[in-house]
């Protein structure tokens, strides 16, 4: 059978497959398919899994499940603000499931979150059918939520962040323009002097083009880049990166001490301070296309996946 790119597909009617790339496709038993709708922006589909428990699908990607939110959340926001000595204001664009939000909340010297979500109906279909990830987040009073486009809220904001933290979908459609060399500068500018960005980079095994296209903008915009990486069974190749971006700081060599400071009293699953250290070690081959600053060669595959794509 022929697949498209993201296209869901339940062959024998009780499977979920995503096939980012042509030739390879990562799949899921369905135990129960539990809503399915469009919104003005995506397809919206909730299914639960006998792996993943219950799983969000957007466009035909998966983009968390009840069974592991925890690392890719834990992993998007806990190195940016376990870097920073008290983060006070926080930016999450995307992450409509809320987890992220959440794990903002957490660090006890957070006094402000702003949440910039393009589709509404992601949060309300989260909150109804995967309360346990935001876990109430969106109810707190710092919290400040407003549905919109991501880009063009950065580009017209006068506040400074601490972090900005980019929990998207992957760089098609209403997301392409939060992997844009223009979204990057405007984060830089509504960064804090000592603040930290973080975006997600897809799949380092399949999305090599991608990864490596975020990690030269950024690099032509931001002084220190550092990607990480982080296993997150949900998503396709399982190995996912991060791009770190600071004006300064290098968020590889923060202390653990210092981080394991700043984690008390908070409860992970995945992200300790040797994970934090660990996350930046890259493969040979994928730190030596990153530095090289390829275009669409990048990745952990020697094809990378601009050749199927
Ligand atoms: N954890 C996921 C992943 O890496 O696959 C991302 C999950 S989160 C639900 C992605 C969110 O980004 C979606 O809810 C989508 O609506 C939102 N989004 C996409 N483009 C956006 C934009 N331009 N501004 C704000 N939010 C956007």
Redesign the pocket.
């Known amino acids: 059978m022929e697949l498209s790119t993201h296209e869901p597909v339940f062959p024998l009617g009780r499977w979920f497959a995503e096939a980012p790339i042509q030739g390879f496709r990562q799949g899921y038993h369905v135990r129960r398919e539990i809503y399915q709708g469009r919104s003005p922006?995506?397809s919206i589909q909730v299914i639960e899994t006998d792996l993943l428990g219950t799983t969000?699908i957007?466009e035909g990607?998966?983009?968390?499940s009840s069974v592991d939110e925890h690392i890719?959340h834990e992993m998007l926001v806990h190195p940016a603000l376990c870097a920073l000595a008290a983060p006070r204001t926080v930016l999450v664009?995307?992450?409509?499931?809320g987890g992220a939000l959440r794990r903002v909340l957490e660090h006890p010297t957070v006094e402000r979150a702003v949440q910039?979500?393009?589709?509404r109906a992601?949060v309300d279909t989260?909150l109804k059918y995967l309360p346990e990830i935001s876990a109430g987040a969106f109810d707190d009073p710092r919290v400040e939520l407003v549905i919109?486009?991501?880009?063009r809220y950065l580009a017209e904001t006068n506040e400074r962040f601490d972090a900005i933290l980019v929990?998207?979908?992957?760089p098609v459609?209403?997301?392409e323009?939060?992997f844009s060399e223009a979204f990057y500068r405007a984060a830089f500018r509504a960064l804090a002097e000592d603040g930290v960005f973080v975006t997600?980079s897809g799949s380092p095994l399949l999305m090599g083009a991608e990864l490596g296209k975020a990690a030269r903008q950024l690099r032509r915009v931001f002084p220190v880049v550092a990607p990480y990486l982080a296993s997150i069974p949900s998503?396709p190749g399982v190995i996912?990166s991060f791009l770190s971006a600071t004006k300064g700081k290098d968020l590889a060599a923060v202390p653990p001490a210092e981080i394991e400071r700043r984690l008390e009293g908070i409860v992970t699953r995945y992200y300790t301070p040797a994970m934090h250290q660990a996350a930046f070690v890259l493969p040979a081959d994928l730190a030596r296309s990153l530095a090289a600053g390829q275009d669409d060669a990048v990745g952990l595959l020697p094809v990378s996946a601009a050749v199927s794509r």
Do not use: F, H
């Open positions: 922006y995506q969000l957007l990607a998966v983009q968390t890719y664009i995307g992450g409509g499931d910039v979500e393009l589709d992601v989260c919109g486009d991501g880009a929990d998207s979908t992957d459609g209403p997301a323009a939060l997600q998503y996912w």
